[in-house]
């Protein structure tokens, strides 16, 4: 039986790619956990997901980092404009 370390990590099929947690989201912008929270309040695009392990059932939320540089672009857009 292969040791977990010798497993090699497949890649995605072309066009795929994995959701972000908020804090993988924080270090891509190098923000705080409160700058995504307005961000979410201001509008950006979250995946809520709901957490199927212990008796509590947890909202888990993930980002779409194509979505999120979309809306980020729009963003600024709007606000050259303003």
Request: no cysteine.
């Amino acid at each position: 039986m292969p040791k977990k370390s010798d497993r090699r990590a497949e890649s995605l099929p072309a066009g795929l790619l994995p959701l972000l947690t908020q804090r993988e989201l924080e270090t891509y912008y190098g923000v705080s956990d409160w700058t995504v929270l307005q961000w979410i309040e201001a509008g950006m695009p979250v995946e809520r997901l709901k957490s199927t392990s212990g008796t509590q059932k947890k909202e888990i939320r993930r980002f779409d980092l194509n979505e999120v540089k979309a809306w980020m672009a729009e963003q600024n857009q709007l606000a050259a404009a303003s």
